[in-house]
């Protein structure tokens, strides 16, 4: 399906996404949308022919557990809601601990990066095969931008995705914005990522803006779009013609007129770039990507055999086989031709899986979920609950990006209770970030909201008994009816003693 030129539809600039004119279509974050009715805005514009896809943040497909029905279904809901032609997640964990490793469940708040290793690779490829199973259209995955590295990576960026896109037939939402971000901040080479990854199943294409602080490149959704993110564009330009491009902007959103020349700057870009595609690859245009899944999928189970459906990663021969005629017709063939030796340490973690899944669904091989599990538990812990950092991590690139991961958490939990940065004035921030060195959440921005009001009230941090009245009085509106902790006791008694005096 061609998509066309598309911008990220978000309640804050509603109206000014419905004033653009040459918008084909919109993305709207899943979770932002009821799955039982939409937005007057967005029904207006279905109501003009503008297609709107579903995009999620928080199923976490690329964590060690297994995707969660509920959040799958309700994904599910929203895309019969919009009757779209897709729905888009990302390439990444949101959250760790729990039953797989006997800790407290850790949630990011962000999406971070999974260790392009084969155990990584495999409980991917389970995860995604799940999902695809639970909804009613084609799935695509995003790649992201990271601002840390996993040691002792095994894979590519390209090859990583590579082999994702061999062995589930998922599509690919590649994020020019992420492959500049990755450039910066990890040293990888966008036009090598590429080659390596198979651009006839990119099913659009995300450009967004960023800013540059002491040598760290932060994709905030909330600066215009640069230069060397265009020019990385170009370079996917030069190698296909995507179905579509959209602009995302998430944050300190400018006027109409800025977004709309945004929007200019890109289908200029993509005009530009054009011409060279044309004649390098025979005009590789989005028609090609209307098979990709599909021709996908047929190459992972003609080529891999029974061994994609067990779980177990193919040998070198199978490999091999692999190389398609649909790999030759890209750049990258010879190098992801290359990428498939893999260790022989690997090959005998393939034995078969118990079958805990469909059929026809990859399962990862013994342990690897344990192995994701414990390392992702770790990196999170450090991340947010201040536990030593894993060994061989960049110490400096952790401390960034837990100050980063705190500094979101603040900002999102301002927007979803608006009263409490009201109620602390000034103060908020700092008492936020307090809170948060020692407090990871584990349950949600809103849930995060209600602990740390319920924080401040036992902490005694409100000298100021008006601000305390009133932030006792939000916290029991918004806590519902449960069984009272020790907490809800003692914010009772406070209570109580101030409308004594």
Request: hydrophobic residues 45%; charged residues 25%.
């Amino acid at each position: 399906m061609k998509l066309g030129i598309g911008i990220g539809w978000r309640p804050e600039i509603a109206a000014e996404v419905e004033a653009l004119k040459g918008i084909d279509w919109v993305e709207a974050v899943a979770e932002n949308l009821c799955a039982d009715h939409l937005p007057d805005s967005l029904v207006r514009l279905r109501e003009r022919g503008v297609t709107v896809v579903p995009h999620g943040v928080s199923l976490g497909l690329g964590g060690a557990d297994r995707p969660d029905a509920e959040r799958l279904a309700g994904l599910a809901a929203r895309a019969e809601l919009l009757g779209t032609p897709l729905v888009t997640e990302h390439i990444a964990f949101v959250r760790a601990g729990g039953p797989l490793t006997a800790s407290p469940r850790l949630e990011a708040g962000h999406l971070l990066p999974v260790p392009r290793t084969w155990d990584a690779l495999a409980v991917l490829c389970e995860n995604v095969r799940i999902a695809q199973d639970a909804l009613p259209v084609p799935l695509a995955l995003e790649n992201i931008a990271a601002l840390i590295s996993w040691p002792d990576e095994e894979l590519t960026e390209g090859q990583f995705l590579a082999e994702l896109v061999e062995r589930t037939g998922v599509r690919l939402l590649i994020d020019v914005a992420n492959l500049h971000t990755n450039h910066v901040n990890r040293g990888e080479d966008p036009a090598k990522a590429l080659d390596e990854l198979p651009v006839e199943a990119i099913a659009y294409v995300h450009v967004a803006g960023g800013i540059e602080k002491n040598g760290v490149w932060h994709d905030t959704h909330a600066h215009p779009v640069t230069a060397p993110v265009l020019g990385v564009l170009a370079e996917l330009r030069s190698r296909v013609d995507p179905p579509g491009v959209l602009l995302e902007r998430d944050d300190a959103f400018p006027p109409g007129a800025e977004l709309a020349a945004e929007l200019e700057s890109i289908r200029a870009t993509l005009r530009a770039a054009g011409p060279a595609a044309d004649a390098r690859t025979g005009r590789t245009t989005g028609a090609d990507v209307g098979t990709a899944e599909a021709g996908a999928r047929v190459a992972c189970t003609t080529a891999t055999g029974a061994g994609a459906r067990t779980g177990r990663t193919a040998e070198p021969d199978a490999r091999a086989a692999r190389t398609t005629a649909a790999e030759a017709r890209t750049a990258g063939a010879g190098a992801r031709t290359a990428r498939t030796a893999e260790p022989d340490a690997h090959a005998a973690r393939t034995a078969p899986a118990e079958a805990a899944t469909p059929a026809d669904t990859p399962v990862a091989p013994p342990g690897a979920r344990d192995h994701t599990a414990v390392a992702q538990t770790a990196l999170l812990s450090a991340l947010v609950a201040g536990t030593p950092a894993p060994e061989r991590f960049d110490h400096r690139r952790l401390r960034v990006q837990s100050r980063a991961l705190a500094a979101k958490r603040a900002g999102v939990v301002a927007k979803v209770a608006p009263e409490l940065p009201e109620i602390l004035g000034d103060g908020y921030r700092a008492a936020f970030l307090a809170y948060a060195r020692s407090r990871p959440m584990s349950g949600g921005y809103r849930r995060d909201a209600l602990d740390f009001a319920e924080h401040v009230l036992i902490s005694g941090g409100l000298p100021d008994p008006v601000a305390q009245r009133r932030l006792t009085h939000w916290w029991e509106d918004r806590s519902g009816i449960r069984p009272p902790r020790r907490t809800t006791r003692l914010v009772r008694a406070a209570r109580a003693v101030l409308v004594g005096k």
